[in-house]
């Protein structure tokens, strides 16, 4: 079934900056994909294939094949390295169909904080790509953020590897909002400020630097649903790049 879906975009799709920081930016458009409703019919067809990362994102995945999304490669390969400069060589990319379900109540400490994507390669860097495929904004877009200390966390981190709960007693002596219910971060607290958000609206895509510390905005996690037509649903795609300078 694989074959079935090809991801086609918008060549009229219009790019608009969107300043993050001092050093990092996204880039939005909106009506980003010409066949929207594929993806959404092909990620139901596939609801049973669906699998969940053994850590980090809170839901559900479907893993795509380079046959389905040879135009999200070519995005990446020349729009995306001439408005990220990066080098067009040696691009490593995936496409995956993303679905959040989980509830805050079964995080562990670690994703109640805004992420910063794994790192493939040591030298490259990371960029993602994400269109919204849900009508309902109340699902939250995407939020950009500061950790207000960033060695903390850097230092709890690898605490959690192993044992996901590993490290907490510290987390809640430094942080006591982890003695209180978790929520998805959507808003600046004691542990991370919000820098901005990028509203989502249907077929409205954003890509950015992965290094940037960001979380899906979801204010009301009770909103969130199993359905693929109902649900938070995005199609994602990752790059690791090679610098221009390297």
Not at 102 to 124: C, M, N, V, Y
């Amino acid at each position: 079934m694989t074959d079935t879906l090809n991801i086609r975009i918008n060549p009229g799709a219009s790019l608009e900056h969107h300043p993050i920081n001092e050093h990092y930016s996204a880039w939005v458009a909106d009506d980003f994909l010409l066949n929207p409703e594929d993806v959404i019919a092909h990620a139901e067809l596939q609801r049973d294939r669906f699998e969940s990362p053994h850590r980090g994102y809170p839901g559900e995945v479907l893993d795509l094949q380079p046959i389905n999304f040879p135009e999200v490669t070519r995005f990446v390969r020349r729009q995306m390295s001439s408005l990220f400069s990066f080098a067009r060589i040696d691009i490593e990319d995936s496409c995956q169909v993303s679905l959040t379900t989980q509830q805050p109540e079964k995080f562990s400490w670690i994703q109640r904080l805004p992420h910063t994507d794994h790192r493939r390669t040591a030298g490259k860097d990371n960029f993602a790509l994400l269109v919204y495929l849900f009508e309902d904004p109340d699902f939250g877009g995407t939020g950009f953020f500061r950790y207000r200390d960033e060695q903390f966390w850097q230092t709890m981190a690898p605490k959690q590897f192993e044992n996901p709960d590993g490290g907490l007693d510290l987390v809640q002596t430094r942080y006591p909002m982890f003695l209180e219910p978790a929520t998805y971060p959507y808003e600046s607290n004691e542990a991370f400020e919000l820098i901005t958000q990028v509203p989502a609206r249907f077929n409205r895509m954003i890509c950015y630097s992965g290094d940037v510390p960001h979380s899906a905005c979801i204010p009301d996690a009770g909103l969130l649903t199993e359905d693929c037509r109902n649900g938070r649903l995005t199609l994602n795609s990752f790059a690791a790049v090679w610098p221009k300078n390297s």
